[in-house]
T-cell receptor
Framework: AQTVTQSQPEMSVQEAETVTLSCTYD???????LFWYKQPPSRQMILVIR??????QNATENRFSVNFQKAAKSFSLKISDSQLGDAAMYFC???????????FGTGTSLTVIP | DGGITQSPKYLFRKEGQNVTLSCEQN?????MYWYRQDPGQGLRLIYY???????QKGDIAEGYSVSREKKESFPLTVTSAQKNPTAFYLC????????????FGQGTRLTVV
């Protein structure tokens, strides 16, 4: 079974600074999707960014970007110009082409310091 | 607006009682999922369904049951056999065949009193 590991239970960043959240995964599949979800205090899960494994170019969504290293099975999230509203739990997730299951990491709690 | 609706937002149950959590989607998604979220443990899969009248157990199915009689609906019953049911429950749906993202409901907080 696929596993997703987030080794940083908690992170903090100064407002306007940059922070990187780490995620590694284990899979034998060659094609898959990776996602970062944000869960603010409201607990609504919000998709931040997604990456198709067959694309070499790293995905970017405004202040959010990923560093996808397929060979290393690493998928980190970089948040630039951090804002107070970025404070949340962030989950890394995997979905393969051969099944419809999602595999989630245990999450990283991000605190933004004013 | 298309989306997933979970109800109720908060639910209280007495020990020994069964309770059903509702999940409805109007996204025309074939796949639906139930996750349990506890502090420090991320999202754990309870059940998922890829098509009407079919569902599979996830990692923590014991003490839970589901049905999928309609494409739009995937209710979760927490039975009295679930030893520690107090948790936050999330329902999600997605397209099948193409591994795009899951869409989530707002969640239900279940508390056993």
């Amino acid at each position: 079974a696929q596993t997703v590991t987030q080794s940083q239970p908690e992170m903090s960043v100064q407002e306007a600074e940059t922070v990187t959240l780490s995620c590694t995964y284990d899979t034998s599949e060659s094609d898959y999707y990776l996602f970062w979800y944000k869960q603010p205090p409201s607990r609504q899960m919000i998709l931040v960014i997604r990456q198709e494994a067959y694309k070499q170019q790293n995905a970017t969504e405004n202040r959010f970007s990923v560093n996808f290293q397929k060979a290393a099975k690493s998928f980190s999230l970089k948040i630039s110009d951090s804002q107070l509203g970025d404070a949340a739990m962030y989950f890394c997730a995997y979905r393969g082409y051969t099944g419809n299951q999602f595999y989630f990491g245990t999450g990283t709690s991000l605190t933004v310091i004013p | 607006d298309g989306g997933i609706t979970q109800s109720p937002k908060y639910l209280f149950r007495k020990e020994g009682q069964n309770v059903t959590l509702s999940c409805e989607q109007n996204l025309n998604h074939d796949a639906m999922y139930w996750y349990r979220q506890d502090p420090g443990q991320g999202l754990r899969l309870i059940y998922y369904s890829q098509i009407v009248n079919d569902f599979q157990k996830g990692d923590i199915a014991e003490g839970y049951s589901v049905s999928r009689e309609k494409k739009e609906s995937f209710p979760l019953t927490v039975t009295s056999a679930q030893k520690n049911p107090t948790a936050f429950y999330l329902c999600a749906s997605s397209i099948t065949g193409i591994p795009t993202e899951a869409f989530f409901g707002q969640g239900t907080r279940l508390t056993v009193v």
